[in-house]
Nanobody
Framework: QVQLVESGGGLVQAGGSLRLSCVASGSIFGSIPGMGWYRQAPGKQRELVAGYTAEGTTNYADFVKGRFIFSRDTAKNTVYLQMNRLTPEDTAVYYC????????????????WGQGTQVTVSS
């Protein structure tokens, strides 16, 4: 099995910063081809925040460009999200997502999600 464990959420005032971390562990074959962050606010659909793809690119949602910084430590199967200049509109549950190849079937990559971490930005 594969586990994604997020940390770093919390309550912050508008204009403040938070840093999220996500570690993938378990039965993982090779390197993780894609990993990133999504978020879901109450009453809204889950949306991509930032992440890297199998093609080697890092994508950011338009609403976080210039404020959030995505980074990763491939050797540790860990991704980070440095969130700066937070606004109340950033309030959401932030989920870590990974595409993982399993040793028992290396033909495919499977979707895994973390349990989510709450980020609340007060005005």
């Amino acid at each position: 099995q594969v586990q994604l464990v997020e940390s770093g959420g919390g309550l912050v005032q508008a204009g403040g910063s938070l840093r999220l971390s996500c570690v993938a562990s378990g039965s993982i074959f090779g390197s993780i081809p894609g990993m990133g962050w999504y978020r879901q606010a109450p009453g809204k659909q889950r949306e991509l925040v930032a992440g890297y793809t199998a093609e080697g690119t890092t994508n950011y949602a338009d609403f976080v460009k210039g404020r959030f910084i995505f980074s990763r430590d491939t050797a540790k199967n860990t991704v980070y999200l440095q969130m700066n200049r937070l606004t109340p509109e950033d309030t959401a549950v932030y989920y870590c997502h990974a595409l993982v190849v399993l040793p028992e079937d290396i033909r495919y990559a499977y979707d895994y999600w973390g349990q989510g971490t709450q980020v609340t930005v007060s005005s």
